[in-house]
């Protein structure tokens, strides 16, 4: 083992020390050129955006005051409010953008031109909305005593990413203070800095004016790389302690405008971009992987393959039913989850055949004294067939009925030369007889009605006396409590590939957290021959988890049983 270990540790730490020599070696260098010649083309592309802006709002500013069918509507202010003064405008703005590259990419957002009592036009791209015009409104009334910048500038309270161009509108002729044209610009799309921060994650980015007032600002670190910028040092500590928070720093002011770009590039995403691109740290980490393989399968041999040989023997016997097969004590760690694992599985599969071998017992015990319950039945049935004739030849047809009522309930309840699952139209014809005759005992204080959904739901099969069981259980524990009794409802649909049945009384109800299923057990030949929890015990036996029986009841309103059972047309 120890031999082992130490050839492992050679076959993985050599390379290993061999590529961080490489590494430290020839990386820096190419970090340091390739960055800052990205950061470099970046910040030249964004000073050429931002002046391209300002030469556009400038432009636009000046050709508006000289314009004269525009200066006409400033003072006419039925034609100012008019579509004419939107027109003169979107004919200004559209001039001066047709030659400009700028407004293509959206910097711009609108365009605001405002008398002095407050009136105004617009032109907006995107269009111009309700809570943009009383954003501008706000904009114009802070503004209304600035006088014109040659610059951007921001306002408090204002959409974050925006900074506006600000020109007094006056007449060129008189010089007259007519109004102010006030433009905004999405600061975010001007910089387009997505390809940047993209290409190294965390970087931050600022736009300030020539006061040093932020304009736009994008970083958790920028405020305070901000304050270090006087040194104009090239790199720059974050809030992060050593190397993970150093910054390299570019700055660079826009031609002939008082704003300045300031870009700062976090080490480690620069390191993490080449890192990713050598050829040299791929290769390595590649021999490193193969290395690794071929001592773990070294490994493998020498010392796992005597457990593991013993846990395939231990699978074997599982598979040809040996489940007292257990896997034993490795003494390694590395197989202890694996083997305490199988022993679990084991444990299960061997409970699991255990309660299936005594559910077939208790299946068999239910046929045999089911069998008994039916030693010489044709005497039942000869004397009630008597007693029907004899009926029939006095004119009492009620009995007559009730005595054929009885012979069919109890011939369904022996179930003489039948098999263990019926029609759910048989079992229904049940519950017809035992509800017929209750009707005869209590008269009208009995109602009772037998639905289902579709008439191809009666030939699927149903285990023999479920759901008359669960009618009696109705009336006798439901209904006979109260003096007046009630009515049951009995109806079946189909419901995802199964059949639902529900009963409902509206007698006494219970409270289901006190129901005792042991003595409902005890008592269930006071009622009816198979009890309530005989009826779920051999659903369960039958299907499984795919039968099911709620139970839900209120003292006072009443109990409402749904049985679910899979489609079911295998006899039995």
């Given at each position: 083992?120890?031999?082992?270990?130490?050839?492992?540790?050679?076959?993985i730490?050599?390379?290993?020390?061999?590529?961080?020599?490489v590494?430290?070696?020839?990386?820096?260098?190419?970090?340091?050129?390739?960055?800052?010649?990205?950061?470099?083309?970046?910040?030249?592309?964004?000073t050429?955006?931002?002046?391209?802006?300002?030469?556009l709002?400038?432009?636009?500013?000046?050709?508006a005051?000289?314009?004269?069918?525009?200066?006409?509507?400033?003072?006419?202010?039925?034609?100012?409010?008019?579509?004419?003064?939107?027109?003169?405008?979107l004919?200004?703005?559209?001039?001066?953008?047709?030659?400009?590259?700028?407004?293509?990419?959206?910097?711009?957002?609108?365009?605001?031109?405002?008398?002095?009592?407050?009136?105004?036009?617009?032109?907006?791209?995107?269009?111009?909305?309700?809570?943009?015009?009383?954003?501008?409104?706000?904009?114009y009334?802070?503004?209304?005593?600035q006088?014109?910048?040659?610059?951007?500038?921001?306002?408090?309270?204002?959409?974050?990413?925006?900074?506006?161009?600000?020109?007094?509108?006056?007449?060129?002729?008189?010089?007259?203070?007519?109004?102010?044209?006030?433009?905004?610009?999405?600061?975010?799309?001007l910089?387009?800095?997505?390809?940047?921060?993209?290409?190294?994650?965390?970087?931050?980015?600022?736009l300030?004016?020539?006061?040093?007032?932020?304009?736009?600002?994008?970083?958790?670190?920028?405020?305070?790389?901000?304050?270090?910028?006087?040194?104009n040092?090239?790199?720059?500590q974050?809030?992060?302690?050593?190397?993970?928070?150093?910054?390299?720093?570019?700055?660079?002011?826009?031609?002939?405008?008082?704003?300045?770009?300031?870009?700062?590039?976090?080490?480690?995403s620069?390191?993490?971009?080449?890192?990713?691109?050598?050829?040299?740290?791929?290769?390595?980490?590649?021999?490193?992987v193969?290395?690794?393989?071929?001592?773990?399968?070294?490994?493998?041999?020498?010392?796992?393959?005597?457990?593991?040989?013993?846990?395939?023997?231990?699978?074997?016997?599982?598979?040809?039913?040996?489940?007292a097969?257990?896997?034993p004590?490795?003494?390694?760690?590395?197989?202890?989850?694996?083997?305490?694992?199988?022993?679990?599985?084991?444990?299960?599969?061997?409970?699991?055949?255990?309660?299936?071998?005594?559910?077939?017992?208790?299946?068999?015990?239910?046929?045999s004294?089911?069998?008994?319950?039916?030693?010489?039945?044709?005497?039942i049935?000869?004397?009630?067939?008597?007693?029907?004739?004899?009926?029939?030849?006095?004119g009492?047809?009620?009995i007559?009925?009730?005595?054929?009522?009885?012979?069919?309930?109890?011939?369904?309840?022996?179930?003489?030369?039948s098999?263990?699952?019926i029609?759910?139209?048989?079992?229904?014809?049940?519950?017809h007889?035992?509800?017929?005759?209750?009707?005869?005992?209590f008269?009208?204080?009995?109602?009772?009605?037998?639905?289902?959904?579709?008439?191809?739901?009666?030939?699927?099969?149903?285990?023999r006396l479920?759901?008359?069981?669960?009618?009696?259980?109705?009336?006798?524990?439901?209904?006979?409590?109260?003096?007046?009794l009630?009515?049951?409802a009995?109806?079946?649909?189909?419901?995802?590939?199964?059949?639902?049945?529900?009963?409902?009384?509206d007698?006494?109800?219970?409270?289901?957290?006190?129901?005792?299923l042991?003595?409902?057990?005890?008592?269930?030949?006071?009622?009816?021959?198979?009890?309530?929890?005989?009826?779920?015990?051999?659903?369960?036996?039958?299907?499984?988890?795919?039968?099911?029986?709620?139970?839900?009841?209120?003292?006072?309103?009443?109990?409402?049983?749904l049985?679910?059972?899979?489609?079911?047309?295998?006899?039995?």
């Amino acid at each position: 083992m120890v031999r082992m270990f130490l050839l492992v540790c050679v076959t993985i730490l050599g390379p290993s020390l061999l590529m961080l020599l490489v590494f430290y070696r020839t990386i820096p260098a190419r970090m340091e050129s390739q960055a800052k010649g990205n950061v470099n083309f970046y910040i030249s592309q964004v000073t050429a955006s931002v002046a391209n802006t300002m030469e556009l709002a400038q432009d636009i500013a000046y050709n508006a005051m000289i314009d004269d069918s525009l200066c006409a509507s400033m003072q006419d202010l039925d034609m100012y409010l008019a579509l004419q003064g939107r027109d003169d405008l979107l004919r200004v703005v559209g001039g001066v953008a047709a030659y400009q590259s700028t407004w293509k990419r959206g910097a711009v957002n609108s365009v605001y031109l405002f008398r002095r009592d407050g009136a105004f036009t617009f032109y907006s791209p995107r269009g111009s909305y309700e809570q943009e015009q009383r954003r501008m409104q706000s904009i114009y009334e802070a503004a209304n005593e600035q006088s014109s910048a040659e610059t951007l500038f921001s306002i408090e309270n204002t959409p974050e990413n925006t900074a506006y161009f600000l020109l007094d509108y006056k007449n060129i002729d008189t010089l007259e203070p007519l109004g102010k044209l006030i433009m905004e610009i999405d600061v975010d799309t001007l910089l387009n800095a997505g390809d940047l921060t993209e290409l190294y994650p965390n970087t931050c980015l600022a736009l300030s004016d020539g006061e040093g007032k932020l304009l736009y600002g994008e970083g958790e670190d920028l405020q305070e790389l901000l304050e270090q910028t006087e040194d104009n040092s090239s790199y720059l500590q974050g809030t992060a302690p050593g190397w993970q928070g150093r910054f390299y720093h570019v700055s660079q002011r826009v031609d002939d405008e008082e704003l300045r770009v300031d870009i700062f590039i976090p080490l480690p995403s620069m390191y993490d971009l080449v890192w990713e691109g050598s050829w040299i740290f791929s290769a390595l980490c590649i021999a490193i992987v193969l290395l690794t393989v071929l001592a773990a399968a070294v490994a493998y041999h020498r010392v796992l393959g005597d457990p593991l040989q013993k846990m395939e023997g231990m699978l074997h016997r599982m598979a040809e039913s040996d489940y007292a097969a257990r896997m034993p004590d490795s003494g390694y760690r590395e197989l202890a989850d694996l083997e305490t694992t199988f022993n679990q599985m084991a444990d299960n599969l061997e409970a699991s055949w255990k309660d299936a071998y005594q559910k077939g017992i208790r299946l068999q015990e239910s046929e045999s004294r089911l069998l008994a319950a039916q030693i010489n039945p044709h005497f039942i049935f000869n004397v009630l067939e008597t007693i029907n004739m004899r009926c029939v030849d006095a004119g009492l047809k009620n009995i007559s009925r009730m005595v054929t009522d009885l012979a069919c309930l109890l011939r369904g309840n022996i179930g003489v030369g039948s098999s263990q699952k019926i029609t759910f139209e048989q079992e229904l014809g049940y519950v017809h007889y035992y509800l017929d005759l209750q009707r005869e005992r209590f008269g009208e204080k009995l109602s009772y009605s037998v639905e289902y959904e579709d008439e191809d739901l009666l030939r699927y099969l149903v285990p023999r006396l479920t759901i008359q069981p669960l009618v009696e259980n109705a009336i006798v524990h439901g209904l006979e409590p109260r003096r007046g009794l009630g009515s049951v409802a009995v109806r079946l649909w189909e419901e995802t590939q199964n059949i639902c049945v529900r009963i409902e009384d509206d007698g006494v109800g219970f409270d289901p957290e006190n129901l005792d299923l042991a003595r409902e057990v005890e008592s269930a030949g006071q009622h009816n021959h198979i009890a309530l929890t005989n009826v779920l015990r051999r659903l369960h036996l039958l299907y499984g988890d795919r039968a099911d029986l709620q139970i839900r009841s209120k003292p006072g309103q009443g109990t409402t049983v749904l049985l679910t059972l899979p489609l079911d047309q295998t006899k039995g």
